[in-house]
T-cell receptor, first 114, second 114 residues
Framework: NAGVTQTPKFQVLKTGQSMTLQCAQD?????MSWYRQDPGMGLRLIHY???????DQGEVPNGYNVSRSTTEDFPLRLLSAAPSQTSVYFC?????????????FGPGTRLTVT | DQQVKQNSPSLSVQEGRISILNCDYT??????FLWYKKYPAEGPTFLIS?????DKNEDGRFTVFLNKSAKHLSLHIVPSQPGDSAVYFC?????????????FGAGTRLTVKP
């Protein structure tokens, strides 16, 4: 049981480049989310999904796209990278029936946009 | 506008003593509060939670207290151990959230000295 996995761990992009951050979970969780963490700020929700084929925007969705074709995978696409997207990105999943609403996080992807 | 605030970026305590981490929030409609612990190069991991209808929840060395009138919660760690050294995030669940959406504080770095 690997939990939530993310690839790559580190990435450097030039402004204007696009890329996809991968996220997968093997816990059969219904909910999956993408967060970004910036210095001095808490984790902020980018996009989320409540099941395969269903996604919606979070707090800071601009510049990002997501899709959820399977329960396991939830990739995050940066359409045209900007320096403001330099951040640490965390994918998380959770079980719809969880009593404590806890989320399980991946190890993160540290992205630098130059 | 940050709805969840952790005003102390760092805290240092001696091994064996009590660690108290604080968190304030502005939205009185939050219905669940969680604490996460994060080690370097890892994702946050769930530690303990409390429902808004309770004022205390205990799990081993960890106790969370909720003061709804003051919109304040705190995490007590007794006794503190060097392995507790990590960044602690407070999170609050968005009311009526369909995906366990959380608002996170910026985190407090706890250092427990041997």
């Amino acid at each position: 049981n690997a939990g939530v996995t993310q690839t790559p761990k580190f990435q450097v992009l030039k402004t204007g480049q696009s890329m996809t951050l991968q996220c997968a979970q093997d816990m059969n969780h219904e909910y999956m989310s993408w967060y970004r963490q910036d210095p001095g700020m808490g984790l902020r929700l980018i996009h989320y999904s409540v099941g395969a084929g269903i996604t919606d925007q979070g707090e800071v969705p601009n510049g990002y796209n997501v899709s959820r074709s399977t329960t396991e995978d939830f990739p995050l696409r940066l359409l045209s990278a900007a320096p403001s997207q330099t951040s640490v990105y965390f994918c998380a999943s959770s079980y719809a029936g969880s009593a404590a609403y806890e989320q399980y996080f991946g190890p993160g992807t540290r992205l630098t946009v130059t | 506008d940050q709805q969840v605030k952790q005003n102390s970026p760092s805290l240092s305590v001696q091994e064996g003593r009590i660690s108290i981490l604080n968190c304030d929030y502005t939205n009185s409609m939050f219905d669940y509060f969680l604490w996460y612990k994060k080690y370097p190069a890892e994702g946050p991991t769930f530690l303990i939670s409390i429902s808004s209808i309770k004022d205390k929840n205990e799990d081993g060395r960890f106790t969370v207290f909720l003061n709804k009138s003051a919109k304040h919660l705190s995490l007590h760690i007794v006794p503190s151990q060097p392995g507790d050294s990590a960044v602690y995030f407070c999170a609050a669940r968005e009311p009526l959230s369909i995906n366990n959406d959380m608002r996170f504080g910026a985190g407090t770095r706890l250092t427990v000295k041997p």
